[in-house]
């Protein structure tokens, strides 16, 4: 039984990720967010599907450095090792022209999407050491494949994502790490309501005449990556909805 540990694992793609996981039957979950509340629901759902699965959330703001060492550092004995890491927490604040930009919101996403990553990563290698297939998967973006207008702070922290990304398979390859970066396209989830800091009506608009990708689509991808044998490794891979060509270049039905 692998463990896989999951940030931002109350909504999303690291919900989806926690449930399609679970269905699978060979994975325990560690599961940590800002939101317990959604975490306890998110145990007692997959609980009611998968009995079995042993699952174990705690609290977490992947921006504090401290308070990632120090929950890693006190999880329960039989959770001290850890098989997968998914660094799926990140947002996007505000989609604004450079000059109009709020700074606090370069803050949040610096420091959620880079800095937040960094810490998860740092913390827990030390628990992957044992494993006998580690394997480190980022959420990365078309963001960091491309700019877009108005997406300044939010594609540079992806590009950075994807820069750490290459970083890690390299300096982790002799401790037989693998080290993979999903990028999706525009998924339908509370990303876009975050961005649009709970402005509902234009969040929903953005998928308007358009079928998105979902949280459990990247989910499958996700545990196909992980469904490899051990000499192979997906390095990056860029998934799209059919009706998404680049980052702003879209097809709308109405």
Same mark, same amino acid.
């Given at each position: 039984?692998?463990?896989?540990?999951?940030?931002?694992a109350?909504?999303?793609?690291?919900? *989806? $990720?926690?449930? &399609?996981l *679970?269905?699978?039957?060979?994975?325990?979950?560690?599961?940590?967010?800002?939101?317990? +509340?959604?975490?306890?629901?998110?145990?007692?759902? @997959?609980?009611? #599907? /998968?009995?079995? $699965?042993?699952?174990?959330?705690?609290?977490?703001?992947?921006?504090?450095?401290?308070? =990632?060492a120090?929950?890693?550092?006190?999880?329960?004995?039989?959770?001290?090792?850890? +098989?997968?890491?998914?660094?799926?927490?990140?947002?996007?604040?505000?989609? +604004? !022209?450079?000059?109009? *930009?709020d700074?606090?919101?370069? %803050?949040?996403?610096?420091?959620?999407?880079?800095?937040?990553?960094? /810490?998860?990563?740092?913390?827990? @290698?030390?628990?992957?050491?044992q494993?006998?297939a580690?394997? @480190?998967?980022?959420?990365?973006?078309?963001a960091?494949?491309? =700019? /877009?207008?108005?997406?300044?702070?939010? $594609?540079?922290? #992806?590009? *950075? &994502? %994807?820069?750490?990304?290459?970083?890690m398979?390299?300096?982790? !390859?002799?401790?037989?790490?693998? &080290?993979?970066? =999903? %990028?999706?396209?525009?998924?339908?989830?509370?990303?876009?309501? =975050?961005?649009?800091k709970?402005?509902?009506?234009?969040?929903?608009?953005? /998928?308007?005449? !358009?079928?998105?990708?979902?949280?459990? %689509?990247?989910?499958?991808?996700?545990?196909?990556? !992980?469904?490899?044998?051990?000499?192979?490794?997906?390095?990056?891979?860029? &998934?799209?909805?059919?009706?998404?060509?680049?980052?702003? @270049?879209v097809?709308? +039905?109405?």
């Amino acid at each position: 039984m692998r463990t896989v540990f999951i940030t931002g694992a109350s909504s999303g793609i690291g919900a *989806a $990720c926690a449930e &399609v996981l *679970a269905s699978e039957g060979k994975y325990r979950l560690l599961l940590c967010a800002r939101r317990t +509340d959604k975490l306890q629901e998110l145990q007692e759902s @997959i609980h009611a #599907k /998968y009995p079995t $699965c042993a699952i174990h959330h705690f609290e977490l703001d992947v921006r504090n450095q401290e308070d =990632v060492a120090t929950s890693l550092a006190n999880l329960p004995a039989d959770w001290k090792n850890i +098989d997968i890491l998914i660094n799926n927490a990140g947002l996007s604040q505000g989609l +604004d !022209l450079f000059q109009d *930009a709020d700074i606090a919101d370069w %803050d949040r996403m610096i420091d959620t999407n880079v800095k937040g990553l960094l /810490y998860v990563t740092k913390h827990s @290698i030390p628990l992957m050491e044992q494993s006998e297939a580690p394997h @480190i998967i980022n959420l990365g973006s078309i963001a960091g494949k491309e =700019v /877009y207008p108005q997406g300044n702070v939010y $594609c540079a922290t #992806k590009h *950075a &994502v %994807d820069a750490l990304t290459k970083a890690m398979r390299i300096d982790l !390859l002799n401790k037989g790490i693998k &080290v993979t970066s =999903v %990028d999706p396209g525009m998924v339908e989830t509370e990303f876009s309501e =975050v961005r649009f800091k709970g402005d509902k009506e234009r969040a929903k608009n953005v /998928y308007n005449g !358009l079928t998105p990708l979902s949280g459990k %689509d990247i989910a499958e991808i996700i545990a196909f990556v !992980l469904s490899r044998p051990a000499h192979v490794n997906i390095n990056d891979l860029l &998934v799209m909805p059919t009706a998404q060509a680049s980052g702003t @270049i879209v097809r709308r +039905d109405n």
